[in-house]
Structures are given as structure tokens and as C-alpha cells.
T-cell receptor, first 114, second 110 residues
Framework: EAQVTQNPRYLITVTGKKLTVTCSQN?????MSWYRQDPGLGLRQIYY???????DKGDVPEGYKVSRKEKRNFPLILESPSPNQTSLYFC?????????????FGQGTRLTVV | GQQVMQIPQYQHVQEGEDFTTYCNSS?????IQWYKQRPGGHPVFLIQ?????EVKKQKRLTFQFGEAKKNSSLHITATQTTDVGTYFC??????????FGTGTRLTVIP
């Protein structure tokens, strides 16, 4: 079954404690992206990647890091989480093309930073 | 960065009424996609529009892409309680990156 898997689904952590949210897709997609969803602000892009070892900043990259060492995985790293990073996070993947194909989303990770 | 705005932000309708959400981009788009997110769920792809002026229908849903490829709309005829959720548009400028709109949350009152 084609899917994007995020872990964990829920996470409560304390300010400053490094954490990683994993994202994996089994569709051999080149494009992967991270979004955060906050009330009234829609889906804001954090980072995206067009392929292995190629990553670019989105609209709200501050406080986040990503890596793309393998095509299937695109982890989101918060080196020193702060309360303003409390949000619902989604990972998505697509096939690059002309146009780009539909995005498949993970189930989401609800992060609370206290 | 790329701006994709949607209006309205919220919409409450009586079951059976129509609903429309509008998506506007600050730049010309190569294509636009629409997604639906059920409460507590993740966004799920509905449709993609590529051509200027394109209109597509899926049962009670009608999608339009503007002539200038800077705006789009989603119209639902005779809403049902199953239509509840947040609807997002997502635009691509040709650089293989999707920019999502702010979303419209639809509530349907039985």
C-alpha cells in the first residue's frame, strides 16, 4: 500500500530537548516536504527536498533542520524546541514532473513543547 | 515567498446549501491542486487543474482554474454533512514546489 509514515503521532517534550520526527515514503517519490499547520495559518512549508542530498528552505525554516540521505526518508529535526514550535506537523511526498503530481500526506505529528 | 490566499477562512452552511471557496495567488501558477482535510485527519488530494480556464467536476464538486492562472475556486452544490472539513488549494509555479493556501473550514449544520 502506497503510504507516507510519520512517527511519532503525538509528542510532548520540554523546551530545549532535541527531537526528531521521522517521515518515510514507499512510493519512490523524489519530492518530500514538511509543513506545520496552525489555526488560521493553513499549511506553512518548513523545508522541502527535490531529491537525495537536495534540500531547500520553505517559508518558516527557523528552528528546524532536515536531511535527505536516502530517497525514502526525510526526518525533521528540532535541535532546541521552543513553545512556539507547538503545532501539528505533516510530511508529504510527490513525484516531480510537469506538473508535479498529487501530494501524499502522512498522518501528522502533534507536537507540544512545554 | 509565494502567497496563496483563500477566502473565506470559515464558512457555516445549512445542509443542502451551496458552498464556494476561492483561492488567489500573487503569481501565475503552472497548475493548482485541491485537497480536503477531514477533522482530525490529514489532507487528501481531490483534483489537479492545469489549463487556463479549466473546469472539472466530481459529482457535486466543481473546480475552476482562472483564465490568468492566478485564481481558482471550488464549489459544492447541495452540501452534505460528509462535506465537513478544511479545503486547501495548493499552487505550483513550475519549480516543482507546492504552496498551500490558508484553507477554508466548512461546517455543515444538519
Amino acid at each position: 500500500e502506497a503510504q507516507v509514515t510519520q512517527n511519532p503521532r503525538y509528542l510532548i517534550t520540554v523546551t530545549g530537548k532535541k527531537l526528531t520526527v521521522t517521515c518515510s515514503q514507499n512510493m519512490n517519490h523524489e519530492y518530500m516536504s514538511w509543513y506545520r499547520q496552525d489555526p488560521g495559518l493553513g499549511l506553512r512549508q518548513i523545508y522541502y527536498s527535490m531529491n537525495v542530498e537536495v534540500t531547500d528552505k520553505g517559508d518558516v525554516p527557523e528552528g528546524y533542520k532536515v536531511s535527505r540521505k536516502e530517497k525514502r526518508n526525510f526526518p525533521l529535526i528540532l535541535e532546541s524546541p521552543s513553545p512556539n514550535q507547538t503545532s501539528l506537523y505533516f510530511c508529504a511526498s510527490s513525484l516531480i514532473g510537469s506538473p508535479i503530481t498529487e501530494a501524499f500526506f502522512g498522518q501528522g505529528t502533534r507536537l507540544t513543547v512545554v | 515567498g509565494q502567497q496563496v490566499m483563500q477566502i473565506p477562512q470559515y464558512q457555516h452552511v445549512q445542509e443542502g446549501e451551496d458552498f464556494t471557496t476561492y483561492c488567489n495567488s500573487s503569481t501565475t501558477l503552472s497548475n493548482i491542486q485541491w485537497y480536503k482535510q477531514r477533522p482530525g485527519g490529514h489532507p487528501v488530494f481531490l483534483i489537479q487543474l492545469v489549463k487556463s480556464g479549466e473546469v472539472k467536476k466530481q459529482k457535486r464538486l466543481t473546480f475552476q482554474f482562472g483564465e490568468a492562472k492566478k485564481n481558482s475556486s471550488l464549489h459544492i452544490t447541495a452540501t452534505q454533512t460528509t462535506d465537513v472539513g478544511t479545503y486547501f488549494c495548493a499552487g505550483e509555479t513550475g519549480a516543482n514546489n507546492l504552496f498551500f493556501g490558508t484553507g477554508t473550514r466548512l461546517t455543515v449544520i444538519p
